[in-house]
């Protein structure tokens, strides 16, 4: 089953002039799925209520980002920028991610909520961790999904492949042992958090699994990355929905980064979890990512078979993986 929750609200959120987290970005992913045929059944999502925005951003936070949209358009910090339907399209991408992840445990599948503003980096009063800024994002809507599914099964996991580190989703669960937040991300770039060593308040160690890339890491590091902490973690997990924070700003020349991930990568990743149901959440990805990436990722969980392909991960993908598997063996069975 496959179903894609989109609005046209969702370009209404945009700025006055150049920035990189802009309407066009849709017609990329939109253009990517129509040339796989794979554009369909869109559903319109239903907008999400406030008290269900409370249940993970503070009342000052979503005050000030409803007051803001009044204004019309400006900068709330130098990244992120707000404009008089901001409120309206964070209120419809957030219901989205909440109905996609209600539509998996359901009935298996994968169901996209192709949604922006983005979120991951929005933490419960704003900016999270060490972050100057906001990172292009209003709610956060990956975690109001998981928030849901706690409520429902007792417990979320989700999985950021971003090529920055999720540190919203990260501080708002950070002391929940309830959702196990696995991130794969670019090393020592905004927001300059999701290192090794984060796992977790003290009642949630081991919850929260941050896989530090270096730079120019490609395909092969991302994927034995995937087959030696991902996947053991999964398996033990056995969730009845996977929620993705899908970013495709790792996709080599997308722009914003330097890791140097193909359709091979996403396809591959696809594929490996298509055993499970998955609401994928759509995060960052600006240009080649969103064409190319997000339609293999779909592709290889609804082809759902793989062949196996012998890796060659670099000497730095291997001293990472190194680092993280024996930080997690206190909690892993890895």
Aim: net charge negative; hydrophobic share 40%.
């Amino acid at each position: 089953m496959f179903k894609i929750l989109y609005s046209p609200i969702f370009k209404e959120h945009k700025p006055l002039n150049y920035h990189p987290e802009n309407p066009k970005r849709l017609d990329f992913a939109i253009a990517g799925l129509k040339a796989k045929n794979i554009w369909k059944n869109i559903v319109e999502p239903t907008p999400a209520s406030i008290d269900e925005i409370l249940e993970v951003h503070s009342e000052n936070y979503v005050e000030k980002i409803r007051k803001a949209s009044q204004i019309g358009f400006h900068y709330i910090d130098p990244d992120t920028y707000i404009c008089e339907k901001t409120w309206d399209a964070a209120l419809y991408a957030f219901g989205a991610a909440r109905e996609a992840a209600l539509i998996a445990l359901e009935e298996k599948g994968i169901f996209l909520a192709l949604v922006r503003p983005p979120g991951h980096h929005a933490g419960k009063s704003g900016r999270a961790f060490y972050a100057s800024t906001l990172g292009f994002c209003i709610f956060n809507n990956v975690a109001g999904a998981a928030k849901l599914l706690e409520t429902l099964e007792g417990n979320a996991l989700i999985i950021d492949f971003d090529v920055h580190h999720g540190n919203g989703t990260q501080e708002i669960f950070w002391n929940d042992a309830n959702v196990v937040h696995i991130d794969l991300h670019e090393r020592d770039i905004y927001p300059w958090s999701g290192y090794e060593w984060e796992v977790g308040g003290k009642e949630a160690e081991g919850t929260k699994i941050n896989i530090p890339m270096t730079s120019y890491s490609g395909d092969d590091d991302y994927i034995f990355a995937w087959h030696e902490i991902v996947m053991p973690i999964v398996n033990e997990v056995k969730p009845k929905v996977i929620l993705i924070s899908a970013g495709f700003d790792a996709f080599k020349g997308d722009g914003l980064a330097t890791i140097q991930l193909t359709e091979e990568f996403y396809r591959f990743a696809g594929t490996s979890l298509s055993g499970y149901s998955l609401a994928v959440v759509l995060e960052g990805g600006y240009s080649i990512g969103l064409e190319k990436g997000l339609p293999a990722f779909i592709e290889g969980y609804l082809k759902g078979e793989t062949e196996e392909e012998t890796i060659k991960p670099s000497y730095e993908a291997l001293k990472v993986v190194g680092k993280v598997k024996e930080i997690l063996r206190e909690w892993w069975e890895i």
